[in-house]
T-cell receptor, first 111, second 112 residues
Framework: NAGVTQTPKFRILKIGQSMTLQCTQD?????MYWYRQDPGMGLKLIYY???????DKGEVPNGYNVSRSTTEDFPLRLELAAPSQTSVYFC??????????FGPGTRLTVT | GENVEQHPSTLSVQEGDSAVIKCTYS??????FPWYKQELGKRPQLIID?????GEKKDQRIAVTLNKTAKHFSLHITETQPEDSAVYFC???????????FGPGTRLSVLP
């Protein structure tokens, strides 16, 4: 099992550009999550999904969109990137909403 | 929604001493409380968790205690070692258990 994988590892975006952060898990987990972690700070929930076709907003959803067309994939879309979106983005999954398995993260810089 | 507070924000201990980190939560219906460890530049990883039907759980040098009446739970690390140096996060369920709210983290430094 590869667990939770994320691509890319690093990305630099210009203000106003768009991109999609990819997240895939091979553990057949129902729950998937996207967090952002600013330097020296905790984890803030952006969006989550409790199963294919179901998504919901977390604490900081503005400027982001998600989709969950399959159990395995949960991409995060950034539209019109802003410097405030500079952060490390973690995807996580969970079988039944308890223990979460995190991906390695994507370090995004918007300049 | 759930609110999670965590103290202290930083903690320095001598190697071999014990470390205790405390979290409080607001939703009395919460029933599952995990602790995650995040080493510098790495992903968070679960180190121990506890469910509301027990008051304490231990795994070698790590233990977690839960006081449901007072709505707080604590991480205890005994005989600390340099490799215990990391940021530790507690979490509690939110939105009927569909997601989690994380505490702000505690940076633990174990001094040799």
């Amino acid at each position: 099992n590869a667990g939770v994988t994320q691509t890319p590892k690093f990305r630099i975006l210009k203000i106003g550009q768009s991109m999609t952060l990819q997240c895939t898990q091979d553990m057949n987990h129902n729950y998937m999550y996207w967090y952002r972690q600013d330097p020296g700070m905790g984890l803030k929930l952006i969006y989550y999904s409790v199963g294919a076709g179901i998504t919901d907003k977390g604490e900081v959803p503005n400027g982001y969109n998600v989709s969950r067309s399959t159990t395995e994939d949960f991409p995060l879309r950034l539209e019109l990137a802003a410097p405030s979106q500079t952060s490390v983005y973690f995807c996580a999954s969970s079988y039944r909403g308890d223990e979460q398995y995190f991906g390695p993260g994507t370090r995004l810089t918007v300049t | 929604g759930e609110n999670v507070e965590q103290h202290p924000s930083t903690l320095s201990v001598q190697e071999g001493d014990s470390a205790v980190i405390k979290c409080t939560y607001s939703d009395s219906a919460s029933n599952y409380f995990p602790w995650y460890k995040q080493e510098l530049g790495k992903r968070p990883q679960l180190i121990i968790d506890i469910r509301s039907n027990v008051g304490e759980k231990k795994d070698q040098r790590i233990a977690v205690t839960l006081n449901k009446t007072a709505k707080h739970f604590s991480l205890h690390i005994t005989e600390t070692q340099p490799e215990d140096s990391a940021v530790y996060f507690c979490a509690a369920p939110d939105n009927y258990g569909q997601n989690f709210v994380f505490g702000p983290g505690t940076r633990l430094s174990v001094l040799p």
